[in-house]
């Protein structure tokens, strides 16, 4: 059975930075490309960045390119550093993971989810 375990979040000031961890727990093999996506109230599930399983290509949303950096800091833990936060940002982020993955952004291609962490940011 395959668990995702996230950590980080919390509330934050507009500026400032929070980071957020996830690990694969269960499983087999070293294989997982993992990614972050975060849903706002209100507001469809939004990809915001994902990692090859060799943690040489990374991708991003638009809405957090140049702010947010996804490393990978383990076969099967990622983390995500999110900087320079803005109000915008606040909504519940989820980690998902695969042991394939096509289109990162795509959250039909993951059929391992977080249980979701909030991120709220004032301004």
């Known amino acids: 059975q395959v668990t995702l375990i996230e950590s980080g979040g919390g509330l934050a000031q507009a500026g400032d930075s929070l980071k957020l961890s996830c690990r694969v727990s269960?499983?087999?093999?070293?294989?997982?490309?993992m990614a972050w996506f975060r849903q706002a109230p209100g507001k469809e599930r939004e990809f915001v960045a994902g990692?090859?399983?060799?943690?040489?290509?990374t991708y991003y949303g638009d809405a957090v390119k140049d702010r947010f950096t996804i490393t990978r800091v383990s076969a099967k833990n990622t983390a995500l550093q999110m900087n320079s936060l803005e109000p915008e940002d606040t909504a519940v982020y989820y980690c998902?993971?695969?042991?394939?993955?096509?289109?990162?952004?795509?959250?039909?291609?993951?059929?391992?989810w977080g249980q979701g962490t909030q991120v709220t940011v004032s301004s």
């Open positions: 998902a993971a695969d042991q394939n993955v096509n289109t990162y952004s795509d959250s039909h291609d993951y059929d391992y």
């Open positions: 269960g499983g087999t093999g070293l294989v997982w490309y």
């Open positions: 990692i090859h399983w060799s943690g040489r290509r």
